[in-house]
Structures are given as structure tokens and as C-alpha cells.
């Protein structure tokens, strides 16, 4: 049996307020070429499908469209809510959805309960265990007094080889949303755990013969069984030029046989440009990022006057801009050691010249004084 392991679609996420739906469709839609290409039985989605918990109407067309390529080509799909999916909302209708292929494991008390697929030899259980919010799942799963994570998934993990056992010689995946330790994270995950105290120790999953994980956004292996397939698409800058990929996942008689990673295509790469505005508008080594979603950071002594509207001219998909030049902290010491002893006049001086770069005119200075004199008068009266 051949899997395809992918996670984090967040459908309906967008770039700094640019919206990704199409970038979204154009990679997720092509999964369809791959099981066409590569003879695909299962398509597995291991949580965060939708980026919110009340989807809009677009991300959930998107969603429709995206799962019905994949069940014309062949693919069962087998999908779990993560912490960003409402479990309830994507359940609904999972019991019809299932007779076309599609396969919702959203119910926790149910967790135990495997999908049953059949190869030529013989049969897979395909456990599906949504994101478990501890203050919830630890009453639904009855261990109340277990309080995190690890302490959920644990209990989880422990009901699924509890039904294995009773299914001797069969094989068996897992798909789980969780911060597994040893897992490298991105800046663009929400973060499910504190301190470090909900990390789920690795050898919470043993017993299975594949787990594919989902939660971070960095394609990653803790083991040969043991992965993170990554988000489809970068969702942070801090992802600019990360290859995103699936994990081909074949099971033969004895269990885990290969995984290999699938390359997935970007639609529009993400690139951060330095420099001052002068120079990310005129020099041609910018030329191939015209059409990339970028992030600018400006190192003009003093903030340019209208700066992302002119960007925009050369890269219209410029989404994110920042200013990194600062002449005022030069000096190294901290905004409040600058105004300390400092008149209101002065302070206001400071403050400009710590916003623009440059000192304010004579010109500044003189409305800088009547206005605070006006509003000291006005104080007075009062």
C-alpha cells in the first residue's frame, strides 16, 4: 500500500493580509498529479486542514474542489482536524463523506477505532487522532486528572495498541497533530505548548509502523517512522526559500517498507530583500523577485516618504516592509536612558528624531514649542 503524507494546509490562511487561496489550490490541487503519477492508495492529511476554526466560504470551495481531484484519481483521503480546525464543524456529514472515500476522524472517543484498508497483503489500520486540547480531551478520553498533552496523547496512544493487539499480523499507521520532541519548529506555527511541558516524548507513538505527523511546518524526521511532512506552502518569511515536499510512504507485508520525499512546486516564492529604497528600486539583481511575495527591509538613514506604496511599482506583491535604519540608537543606550532629564521639548525632539533618523527643522522645532506650550496652558486651566 502506498500513502502520501502531507499535513498543515491551512486553507484560507493568508501573507500579511494577501490572500493565498489560489497559491493554495494551484499546490494542494496538484497533489492529484502525484497520486496519478506515483499510484497513490491513501492520501493522508494530519490536521490543520483550515487555517481557522469557522472557515469562509471560499477556503471551504477550495477544500471541496482539492478533495474531489483526489478521489477522481483514485485516492482515498483520510483527514484529522488540528488545533487551527473546529473538530465538530469538520466532522459533520463524516459518516456520507466516508461512503465517497473521504475519511474525517474528528471524534476523540473514537480514536481507537481504526479505517480498515485492504492490500494484497492483507489488512491497514489507519488510526486518526485529532489535536488533543488537554482541558477537553482529558474528560473526553476519562483521565480526568491528566492535564497536558503529552499526557493525552500518551493515553491516546495507549487505547490504539490496546485495539493493535486484538488485530495481530496487521499493519498500522497513525496520524497525530502534536509538538513531538526533537521536532524543529517555524515562526509560523500557533504554539501548543508552554515552557516545553506539553512536548510529547517521541516514544509516546511506538508500536505503530508509521505515524505521520503534522503541527510543524518544517519537513522533518525524528525517525524512519516518525515524521513531520510540513506545510504545502512557506507561510512566514522566516520560510523564504524552504523546500515543501509529502512523504511517499510504502507498506509492504512487513510493515514500513520506503519513504521518500515528493518535491511540491511553489506558485509564488517568498524572498526578503535588504537595502535602501533606492537601491531595491533600481538595481537589476531584484529583477527575479518582481513577481515573488516580498519582505523589504529598509536601511535608509531616515524613513522614506510612502515607502510600500512605491515598492508596490516594481513589486506588486510586496507585502511586508520594515524600516531598520535608525540614527538616534547609534549610541547604544536604551530609548529611556536618551530622555531621562530631558524637557518636554526636548523629549518631543528625541522622539522625532528617533522615528524619521534625522534631526527635526528649526522650522519643526518652533510648532513643536507652541504646541506643547498651548497644551500646557490648557493643563493649567483645567
Known sequence: MRLLHTSDWHIGRSLHGAD??????????GLADVVT???????????????????????????????ARLLGAGATVVLTPGNHD???????????????????RAAVPRLDEPLLLTDEHGEVAIYGLPFLEPEVARFELGV????SHAGVCGEAMDRVRA?????????????????????????SERDICVGGVDLVPAAAFDGVDYVALGHLHRPQSLSPRLRYSGSPLAY??????????AWLVDLDAHGLADVRPVPLPTPR????????????????AHAAAEQHFVSARLTDPARPQDPMRRLQTRFPHCVHLEWTGSAGAA?????????????????????????????????????????LGAADREAAAL
Request: charged share 25%.
Open 86 to 104: 473546529s473538530a465538530r464543524r469538520l466532522g459533520t456529514f463524516s459518516g456520507l463523506l466516508a461512503v465517497a472515500g473521504l475519511h474525517v
Open 331 to 371: 549610541d547604544g543606550r536604551s530609548y529611556r536612558e536618551r530622555l531621562r532629564d530631558r524637557s518636554d521639548l526636548e523629549i518631543t525632539e528625541e522622539f522625532v528624531r528617533h522615528v524619521r533618523g534625522v534631526d527635526a527643522t528649526a522650522g519643526e522645532r518652533t510648532l513643536l514649542a507652541r504646541a
Open 236 to 245: 512566514s518569511f522566516g520560510e523564504a526559500g524552504q523546500a515543501k515536499q
Open 144 to 147: 480526568p486528572g491528566v492535564r
Open 163 to 187: 485495539d493493535l493487539f486484538l488485530r495481530p499480523g496487521v499493519r498500522s499507521v497513525v496520524l497525530a497533530h502534536a509538538f513531538v520532541g526533537g521536532g524543529e519548529p517555524s515562526d
Open 269 to 284: 516564492p517568498l524572498t526578503v530583500l535588504t537595502g535602501t529604497l533606492a537601491e531595491l528600486l533600481e538595481d537589476p
Open 20 to 29: 493565498l487561496l489560489a497559491e493554495q489550490e494551484a499546490v494542494l490541487g
Open 37 to 67: 503519477a506515483e499510484s497513490v492508495d491513501v492520501v493522508l492529511v494530519a490536521g490543520d486542514v483550515y487555517d481557522r476554526a469557522v472557515p469562509s466560504a471560499d477556503a471551504q470551495a477550495v477544500l471541496d474542489r482539492v478533495v
